[in-house]
């Protein structure tokens, strides 16, 4: 983990960041005060989220909560679906599009077809909405939903990557964090996210040191770890990371996320003849877009070049219409979360043990919901 270093830049705009940082610090004080109203709710409600501005591995956590808990409870997932052209609250449906839900809603429903994922900019509204439905739902995950403060989660797990360490950083616009970094200590759960895969004790121990956790508070480190590649589309021959390695095939990586540097850490892994287009993050692709890609590829010349993207690009990239060549050699690489420390056990029981206790048909919880007041 490296220290941030204080530029001129970051010099210039702290004044700004007082400022910014004195609006956000009287929201928070009117919440504390009740000033501004707060929803509870009868069912166990988790709430993933984080600090900083870019990615610290929201979708991947929502997925590993996903996958651990929609065997044994009625699933939801809500989210304001960032960049979405609707504005009202929605379902999400086998094939809806990222335009109208959002591209991790879109991707949550087509790798958990049977849970629900709904998207509404009033998250308390949209909870009160999925509790109307004819099915019952059990439990409720929140994402990007840290600064939402209109809920009260039941658990509240914050993320922070491993390379942004919010001690390091500056509040908007001189660095990077939508709340002091003091705002961890509302925190049930931390994650310290894309951890590199072999963390020494010592460094476990320094980060554990800096935040200064509280008595109430759980921490653990995380990784990202890479699938196999495949299609965006479906196409005739489906070709593995061997098949490029063999050919020796370049690889353009083509995305539109915060921090691509791990992505092409692994497209390293494949092919040492790397070219890349990046766009900014959830950039919707348009057919200047595709010219722009097909032109790169004229460039490279290689009809063999493995076209790699992210999943949450996949989902965007599936609703243009790209040229024949493009669709199908264009290939994404769905990734999954990696408990470090042998810590996964622990947090799952922890998450298990809250939902199971908070079930509306439990009869040691069986309050009305507390409605914003």
């Known amino acids: ?16 960041s007082l400022l910014y940082g004195a609006g956000v610090g009287i929201r928070n004080q009117f919440f504390e005060w009740g000033f501004l109203p707060v929803a509870e709710f009868r069912l166990p409600v988790i709430s993933v989220g984080n600090i900083t501005v870019g990615g610290t591995g929201k979708t ?52 958990f077809p049977d849970i629900t994922v709904a998207v509404d900019r009033k998250r308390a509204s949209g909870i009160r909405k999925l509790l109307q439905l004819e099915e019952q739902i059990d439990v409720v995950l929140l994402d990007d939903a840290f600064q939402h403060r209109y809920v009260k989660p039941g658990k509240s797990i914050l993320l922070i990557d491993y390379h942004r360490p919010v001690t390091e950083d500056f509040l908007l616009p001189a660095g990077r964090l939508r709340e002091p970094a003091a705002a961890r200590h509302r925190a049930d759960i931390i994650l310290i996210t894309k951890s ?8 476990m121990r ?6 200064g956790l509280g008595f109430h508070q759980n921490l653990y480190f995380t990784s990202i770890a890479y ?15 061997q098949f490029f390695k063999e050919k020796k095939a370049p690889v353009l990586l083509l995305t539109g996320i915060a921090n691509p540097r791990p992505l092409r850490t692994f497209a390293r892994r494949i092919s040492t003849r790397l070219h890349e287009i990046r766009f900014p993050d959830h950039h919707r692709y348009n057919a200047r877009d595709i010219d722009k890609i097909s032109a790169r590829l004229d460039e490279i010349n290689d009809p063999d070049t493995l076209v790699l993207t992210t999943e949450k690009d996949a989902m965007r990239l599936q609703e243009t219409d790209l040229p024949e060549r493009l669709k199908n050699n264009i290939y994404y690489v769905p990734i999954r979360v990696v408990f470090l420390n042998n810590d996964q056990d622990e947090f799952n029981q922890i998450i298990r043990n809250y939902v199971r206790s908070n079930k509306r048909n439990n009869i040691l919880h069986q309050e009305p919901d507390k409605p914003a007041t």
Not at 196 to 203: H, T
Not at 206 to 211: E, F, G, H, I, Q
Not at 228 to 235: A, W, Y
């Open 1 to 16: 983990m490296r220290r941030r270093k204080t530029t001129f830049a970051n010099i210039l705009l702290f004044p700004f």
């Open 206 to 211: 320094n980060m554990v040191k800096r935040l």
């Open 196 to 203: 590199p895969g072999r963390l020494k004790p010592i460094e």
């Open 227 to 241: 699938d196999g590649i495949k299609p965006v589309f479906e196409i005739s021959e489906v070709r593995n990371e």
């Open 60 to 111: 991947p956590h929502i997925e590993y909560l996903a996958e651990l808990l929609k065997e044994e409870f009625s699933l939801a997932t809500l989210s304001r679906g960032y960049k979405r052209k609707t504005r009202h609250f929605m379902i999400a449906g086998a094939s809806s599009p990222a335009s109208q839900v959002g591209d991790e809603p879109r991707q949550l429903k087509q790798k």
